[in-house]
Every structure is written in structure tokens, then in C-alpha cells.
């Protein structure tokens, strides 16, 4: 965090001379990236310090199912649909949206929930869905800097 700071402190001023228009066309650039990076690391299961999610839970199979094909964790979390993006001349938001937003949080955090109604709470395993990696904040000075070259 103290990388994002400092990256904030670097670029305000150079910033505030920026139209606000202009401002919100580079805000909505670096979020677009951001939010591509992000589902990229999401498909590849990584953590942004680029440790492994930790794996799923492995379930009794009771009825013995051949050939069934597992999904990876969080397919439909990734989607535009899901994770959003907004931005504005001072801010930038990338977001989970309704109750993808619980699901996200709690594996974010690794909090309990219950999977379903009736259910006993299950504590489900730290996977960090959202945060900057080094390239990721690589990549926003980057794109801070062409922009003001330009």
C-alpha cells in the first residue's frame, strides 16, 4: 500500500494540472487495464503476490460421477458483468457487484458463510480476488507517463 502512496503522491500534482476531462479519459484507460490485469490473475489463480489460490476443498465424491469436468475457481466472477469498473476525473473503482460482492469478500478475507440454507458456516481459505500487483503498479505509472508525454 505505501507503493500506492507513494505513486499518488508522485503523480498528484502532474495531475492536477490536467483538464478534467482529460483526467477522466487517462482514469478510465487505467481502470480498463486494470480491471483486464485483474481477471487475467483471477484465470490464473494467483494472489496478487503471485502465490497459488488456495485449493479447493476436496469433496467425498459418494456416487463415484466419471468424467466429469471441474471448473476453475471463480469463472463467472471474472466477467465484465460481475466485476465493474468506475471512474471518474479523481477516482478510479473496480468493484464485485450484489452477491458476487459477498462471495468475493469472503474468499477475499477468508471469512465464514454457509453455502447454502440449512447448512453449517464453512470457513473458506484466503484467495485475494482484488489488489496491486508490482506490475500492475508498474503499469499504471507507465500509462501515467505517456499520457503526460503525449
Same mark, same amino acid.
Given at each position: ?39 487475467? #490473475?483471477?484465470? +490464473? ?11 479447493? +476443498? ?46 468475493? #469478500?469472503? &474468499? ?5 458463510? #454457509? ?25 499504471? #505509472?507507465?500509462?501515467?507517463?505517456? &499520457?503526460?508525454?503525449?
Amino acid at each position: 500500500m505505501a507503493d500506492l502512496n507513494a505513486l499518488e503522491d508522485w503523480a498528484g500534482a502532474l495531475l492536477g494540472k490536467l483538464a478534467p476531462t482529460e483526467r477522466r479519459q487517462l482514469n478510465q484507460g487505467i481502470a480498463r487495464n486494470l480491471r483486464r490485469s485483474q481477471q487475467q #490473475r483471477i484465470a +490464473k489463480q494467483q494472489n496478487p503476490d503471485g502465490t497459488p489460490f488456495a485449493p479447493r +476443498k476436496a469433496r467425498k465424491d459418494l456416487r463415484g460421477k466419471q468424467g466429469r469436468v471441474r471448473r476453475k475457481m471463480f469463472t463467472k466472477l471474472r466477467t465484465a458483468k460481475l466485476l465493474k469498473m468506475q471512474s471518474t476525473a479523481s477516482s478510479i473503482g473496480i468493484a464485485f457487484l450484489n452477491r458476487a460482492a459477498r462471495i468475493a #469478500r469472503t &474468499h477475499q478475507y477468508g471469512l465464514k458463510d #454457509r453455502p447454502a440454507r440449512g447448512q453449517a458456516d464453512v470457513r473458506y481459505d484466503r484467495r485475494e480476488l482484488l489488489g496491486f500487483s508490482p506490475a500492475e503498479l508498474d503499469s499504471i #505509472r507507465d500509462q501515467l507517463l505517456e &499520457h503526460l508525454t503525449r
